[in-house]
């Protein structure tokens, strides 16, 4: 890749103007087709330290209507992000439909962190490379066109832009002793970024090199390939096709007969609890997630606690007495409900993004990402290749959570037909219970078998070494509370 480019291209002031002049319209035009198609467009710089990135990108905007972009830098720019998982600070920046997103620096860094240096690790280099690549397909499934640019210059160039720096007072300050040493070992680094570029070209985000020592043929070049794939992502939108989501999905699983006995008959719904038993274990564990709480925060651990369950399944109840002892400066409660327009505008992924906790932290969510495979699936609120992939996608998000040294703990609350059905009628029956029981409930419930064949898949493709499932034994709240209380303090534990 890297080496094969040639450095020593060049165009003339007046084929530079003219150019970008036509190109500036064109890019502009597209701008407005993409926004009034809802496409969401990622345009990511990455490059040698000096190669014009930060030129190149404001020549782009140049050409774009300031009102439909926003531009971020890669690196951690705040201590809020530097106590947040890794990928938390680009899901939060990814476009919304009919929005730019621009970077300075991608998300690569930490694949960069880990492939070069003294410190190298080709494990987690390969990791990083395959999270990269991760992020770019869940977003491309979804309908965000990503354009990639790599901008390479000699490491001659490098020298001489970074002493021509350091001689004006105004730019010396950009040059630090880490671009120093990327010069000295360019030769290193070379070889680290061609393996990043060579693992991260996908059929869906590809790398486009851009020869960039010679500043007018390089702002051409980038203009001409957003626009060619621009176009490309608008004429097959005006078709009707979504040029990066409409692909088939070949599921990568099949439930073995073996494994067509129920997950959820396994369950033993007739455990009970005493009440004198269930104050005395609940006092307990109350106390030992409050002792927990305070040392995953002394550690800046973050976790997440996440609810699913049968509707009436006990899971507001069982929330409340999971954090009746938390200090609540240090966590947060996130119910979820259907989406409202901002988040329908992204990836459904986003707006669970924006509630990962910080370093310290609990995030404790009642209803979860999972709706894409349960509710959305059986209601029809999405199409039968989103919910399919949707697995891979969760399974990769939760991977990189884990990863970040985030504690996941996963619930579905478990109840038969039979006492849903009495829950229900004592909703309706208890004044100050009717509140609880919606028309929607009634409408779940006669559609309990689709709902139980979707909850036996989402368990099963789901339930990984690194985020498992507990079912919750739920027709005695007593038993369900105790039990939920007690996973959430092992597995603090054991982040611990």
Same mark, same amino acid.
């Given at each position: 890749m890297l080496k094969d480019l040639d450095l020593g291209k060049t165009l003339s002031k007046e084929e530079f103007k003219k150019q970008t002049d036509a190109l500036s319209i064109r890019i502009g035009e597209l701008q407005r087709k993409a926004q009034d198609l809802g496409i969401p467009v990622l345009i990511a710089f990455e490059g040698w330290e000096a190669a014009g990135?930060?030129?190149?990108?404001?020549?782009?905007?140049?050409?774009?209507?300031?009102?439909?972009?926003?531009?971020?830098?890669?690196?951690?720019?705040?201590?809020?992000?530097?106590?947040?998982?890794?990928?938390?600070?680009?899901?939060?920046?990814?476009?919304?439909?009919?929005?730019?997103?621009?970077?300075?620096?991608?998300?690569?860094?930490?694949?960069l962190q880990c492939g070069y240096g003294e410190d190298a690790d080709p494990d987690l280099f390969d990791r990083a490379c395959h999270e990269v690549n991760s992020f770019e397909r869940q977003l491309t499934d979804g309908g965000t066109l990503i354009l990639k640019f790599f901008l390479h210059i000699s490491r001659k160039e490098q020298k001489k832009r970074f002493e021509s720096m350091e001689a004006n007072p105004n730019t010396a300050w950009k040059v630090s002793k880490a671009d120093w040493q990327q010069n000295k070992h360019y030769d290193e680094w070379q070889d680290t970024l061609q393996k990043l570029l060579e693992r991260t070209d996908t059929e869906t985000a590809r790398w486009n090199l851009v020869e960039a020592e010679d500043r007018r043929f390089a702002a051409v070049k980038i203009m001409t390939l957003l626009v060619e794939g621009l176009t490309d992502?608008?004429?097959?939108?005006?078709?009707?096709?979504?040029?990066?989501?409409?692909?088939?999905?070949?599921?990568?699983?099949?439930?073995?007969?073996?494994?067509?006995?129920?997950?959820?008959?396994?369950a033993d719904l007739s455990l009970k609890l005493p009440e004198p038993e269930y104050e005395k274990q609940q006092e307990h564990w109350q106390q030992r997630i409050q002792d927990?709480? %305070?040392?995953?925060? /002394?550690?800046?651990?973050? &976790?997440?606690?996440?609810?699913?369950?049968?509707?009436? #399944? *006990?899971?507001?109840?069982?929330?409340?007495?999971?954090?009746?002892?938390?200090?609540?400066?240090?966590?947060?409660?996130?119910?979820?409900?259907?989406? %409202?327009?901002?988040? /329908?505008?992204?990836?459904? &992924?986003?707006?669970?993004?924006?509630?990962?906790?910080? #370093? *310290?932290?609990?995030?404790?969510?009642?209803?979860?990402?999972y709706g894409r495979v349960l509710v959305e699936r059986v209601e029809g609120f999405c199409t039968e290749a989103d919910w399919k992939r949707a697995y891979r996608e969760i399974n990769e998000m939760e991977e990189q959570l884990t990863h970040a040294g985030v504690g996941l703990v996963k619930f579905w609350l478990h109840i038969d037909p039979d006492e849903q059905?009495?829950?229900?009628?004592?909703?309706?029956?208890?004044?100050?219970?009717?509140?609880?029981?919606?028309?929607?409930?009634?409408?779940?419930?006669?559609?309990?078998?689709?709902?139980?064949?979707?909850?036996?898949?989402?368990?099963?493709?789901?339930?990984?070494?690194?985020?498992?499932?507990?079912?919750v034994e739920s027709n005695d709240k007593y038993y369900a509370r105790i039990k939920t209380m007690k996973t959430v303090v092992e597995t603090m534990e054991a982040r611990l």
């Open positions: 990135k930060g030129t190149h990108i404001n020549r782009l905007l140049q050409a774009l209507d300031p009102r439909g972009y926003n531009v971020h830098v890669a690196e951690a720019e705040d201590e809020d992000e530097r106590l947040r998982p890794y990928w938390w600070r680009f899901w939060v920046r990814t476009p919304a439909s009919g929005r730019f997103s621009i970077f300075d620096r991608t998300w690569c860094l930490q694949a992502a608008v004429t097959l939108r005006e078709k009707g096709i979504d040029s990066l989501a409409a692909k088939p999905v070949k599921s990568t699983l099949v439930i073995p007969e073996t494994l067509r006995v129920s997950i959820l008959d396994k927990m709480e %305070n040392a995953m925060f /002394k550690k800046r651990v973050p &976790l997440m606690v996440l609810y699913e369950g049968w509707d009436a #399944a *006990g899971k507001g109840g069982n929330i409340r007495r999971l954090t009746a002892s938390m200090d609540p400066r240090g966590y947060d409660v996130i119910p979820v409900s259907a989406p %409202n327009d901002i988040e /329908k505008a992204h990836h459904y &992924l986003w707006r669970f993004w924006n509630a990962v906790p910080k #370093a *310290g932290h609990i995030s404790i969510f009642d209803r979860t990402w059905l009495r829950r229900f009628e004592e909703r309706k029956a208890v004044e100050w219970k009717t509140w609880k029981i919606t028309d929607e409930d009634w409408r779940n419930r006669e559609k309990r078998d689709l709902y139980n064949e979707a909850v036996e898949e989402m368990l099963f493709r789901t339930g990984t070494s690194y985020a498992p499932w507990t079912v």
